[in-house]
């Protein structure tokens, strides 16, 4: 009996009615058959769909070398130590397999297409070189700039103090992170040009100009001391 509604699957793929069944028996085939089929159809069709969203997720697939060295130098403002001086000597494959691993650590909902963290991080990149490019004889992309770089660490300032056309001093910028108490950065543009320099920060994983409040001179100074 299952060799005839096998035989009766095929010829209604097909197209066909069911031959060498009774009346009866081929209304059952085609109850059966024609839902398996829409079954089979639409799985087959999930599955493709799921196979080419993962694939078009995956930012690494299609990538030159050149476009996933690009994507690694960022991370340097955010890998581990022991992440560290292993990607350079990889082949383009191993470069490709060493950024995957890298989000996959980090992925907070495994198993899904999105990757939350590896998507708002290039996203921070790409707002970063945007609004933080500097100019010049050799241009520097925002993500290399210092206030690229604690943006792409931290996000946007909760609060910024602005003095882009100071008096009595070079233009600097002051920036606030309330989430983290006590987390504050100066920027100083030395060449008056837009290329602004972290000069000071509470942060102590930052280095700290030694002359950044004769730089400043002292009004500027006590404008961001009271920020």
Request: net charge positive; glycine share 8%.
């Amino acid at each position: 009996m299952l060799g005839q509604y096998g035989v009766a699957l095929a010829r209604v793929k097909a197209g066909e009615p069911p031959r060498g069944l009774g009346v009866c028996s081929r209304v059952m085939a085609c109850r059966v058959a024609c839902p398996l089929l829409v079954l089979l159809t639409a799985g087959l069709a999930a599955g493709a769909q799921q196979r080419d969203s993962s694939s078009a997720r995956d930012r690494f697939t299609a990538a030159t070398e050149a476009r996933l060295d690009s994507l690694y130098l960022p991370l340097l403002y955010v890998m581990r130590a022991d992440e560290r001086g292993i990607y350079p000597a990889l082949s383009a494959g191993g470069k490709r397999d060493y950024l995957r691993r890298f989000w996959n650590r980090r992925d907070p909902t495994p198993g899904t297409l999105e990757n939350e963290i590896e998507d708002a991080f290039y996203a921070r990149i790409a707002k970063a070189n945007r609004r933080f490019r500097e100019g010049g004889t050799a241009p520097v992309p925002g993500w290399r700039t210092d206030r690229g770089r604690i943006f792409i660490k931290h996000g946007p300032p909760d609060q910024v103090l602005s003095r882009p056309q100071p008096a009595a001093t070079l233009p600097y910028e002051v920036w606030k992170y309330t989430r983290q108490p006590g987390l504050k950065y100066c920027f100083v543009d030395v060449t008056r040009f837009g290329n602004y320099v972290l000069v000071w920060s509470t942060d102590r994983q930052e280095r700290n100009e030694r002359n950044w409040q004769q730089l400043l001179g002292r009004e500027a100074y006590e404008h961001v001391m009271r920020f």
